[in-house]
């Protein structure tokens, strides 16, 4: 033990002593613990250690005024380094803390995948050679199943992520919801709109949208027609889609094909006719005509309707000529004419088919004789040819008809003062 040195205000502590000496090693430091001292009691600090053994008042007041070491208080720098350190070891502790929560996460995680169990207070977990993410719970909803099998019927594919995220957002959705949602809701209907396209068209025409099972309907309808008429170029989407936004019916549709195959296809004479006044157009032209009601149908209707009348006049052995014209001799009389009104003015004034048919063979059986007759009288009377016969038996004419009457009586006349008997030279009455 040091031995403690004698001041003229007193004996200096053993404390005291330890002080100086620290302050000539230049190294500041807190004072011993208390433990083990010299006196076996805590000690304080230097300022407070100096004991006046004698009890003279004038001995402290010396040991006052020399003002003896003490333990050096720590500068403010000292003191700043001190709580960096200290804040750096929170840190230090808050960091590990939180690894802790993350491994806790991942093993609850872990064990929530892996299926972990407990058995006599211990829990095993199975070993897996990779992380298992945590698997998010899905609610059990029958009309999921149900509106997939919907969709496949509407062959509507690739909504796999939409029905996935209607799932998140309406766990408990009827598959009646689900479908309003796919077809109405701009968040997932532009798969639906896509399928259904004739009915966005429709929509924005002020039209009101078809359900999907009768847009499904017409569809069925329209692929029938073209399958019976073997036209696979038609029996397409996109015709469907055509149809349905005009509002044409499958019937409407039966009728138009009908045209171009039972009206021209189906008829030689009709068929050769058409291909006379129209040769630029080819079966494809004609029946894509057909299935446009706005652009084409109407004039190809018109052109049919000609044709039509042509070949009534070609399966009497007569010309058809699409336009009007001009007036030519006959083959076998030189001063007798001949000319038409042209099939296209017919079918243009509202001539039918039918009409035609019936027109042409009544010209074919008055025409051969009207036009002997013509190159007989014709120095005195009007002829009676081709052009008066057509505008008498298809457009009802007085005059023309007035014309053949005349030549008729003529003849009758001319029979009745020969033979006295009224009769023809073949036995029989004129009468054309």
Do not use: C, H
């Not at 996460?105 to 169990?117: C, H, K, L, N, P």
């Not at 897996?128 to 509106?147: L, R, S």
């Not at 055509?242 to 008829?267: N, S």
């Amino acid at each position: 033990m040091a031995t403690p040195k004698v001041t003229s205000a007193g004996v200096v502590s053993t404390s005291q002593q330890f002080a100086a000496n620290q302050r000539e090693d230049r190294t500041p430091t807190a004072a011993p613990a208390a433990t083990g001292t010299p006196f076996g009691q805590a000690q304080k600090p230097a300022t407070t250690q100096t004991l006046n053994l004698y009890g003279s008042p004038a001995s402290i007041a010396a040991a006052k005024a020399s003002k003896p070491a003490s333990v050096p208080t720590p500068s403010k720098s000292t003191a700043a380094k001190t709580d960096a350190q200290i804040n750096a070891e929170l840190a230090a502790v808050q960091a590990g803390l939180d690894e802790i929560l993350k491994n806790v996460q991942a093993f609850e995680a872990s064990y929530g995948a892996t299926g972990g169990t407990t058995s006599g207070g211990t829990t095993t977990t199975a070993q897996t050679t990779t992380p298992v993410a945590a698997k998010k719970e899905v609610i059990p909803n029958v009309a999921y199943d149900t509106i997939q099998k919907i969709l496949e019927s509407y062959r509507i594919t690739g909504l796999a992520s939409v029905l996935e995220s209607i799932r998140d957002e309406y766990p408990e959705a009827s598959s009646t919801e689900l479908l309003t949602l796919l077809q109405f809701d701009p968040r997932y209907n532009a798969k639906f709109n896509e399928r259904f396209a004739a009915n966005v068209a429709r929509q924005k025409a002020g039209k009101p949208v078809l359900s999907p099972g009768e847009y499904l309907k017409l569809e069925q309808a329209y692929s029938k027609v073209f399958e019976s008429y073997n036209l696979p170029k038609f029996n397409t989407q996109e015709y469907y889609d055509k149809f349905i936004i005009a509002d044409t019916d499958p019937t409407e549709v039966t009728e138009r094909v009908q045209l171009a195959y039972d009206r021209i296809m189906g008829d030689d004479a009709v068929l050769s006719t058409f291909k006379k006044f129209y040769s630029s157009l080819g079966l494809g032209d004609i029946v894509t005509g057909m299935l446009d009601p706005i652009n084409q149908l109407p004039a190809l209707q018109q052109k049919v309707k000609a044709a039509e009348i042509g070949g009534a006049a070609v399966r009497q052995g007569l010309i058809a000529s699409e336009l009007a014209t001009a007036p030519e001799a006959t083959a076998g009389y030189s001063n007798v004419t001949t000319s038409t009104l042209g099939a296209d003015v017919l079918a243009r004034q509202g001539l039918t088919k039918t009409q035609a048919e019936e027109g042409y063979q009544r010209i074919a059986q008055v025409l051969p004789t009207a036009e002997k007759l013509s190159s007989i009288y014709g120095k005195t009377e009007e002829q009676y040819g081709r052009l008066e016969a057509e505008q008498e038996q298809l457009q009802g004419l007085a005059s023309a008809a007035r014309k053949r009457q005349r030549i008729s009586e003529l003849e009758a006349a001319q029979f009745k003062k020969s033979s006295g008997l009224g009769k023809g030279a073949l036995g029989t009455t004129t009468n054309i």
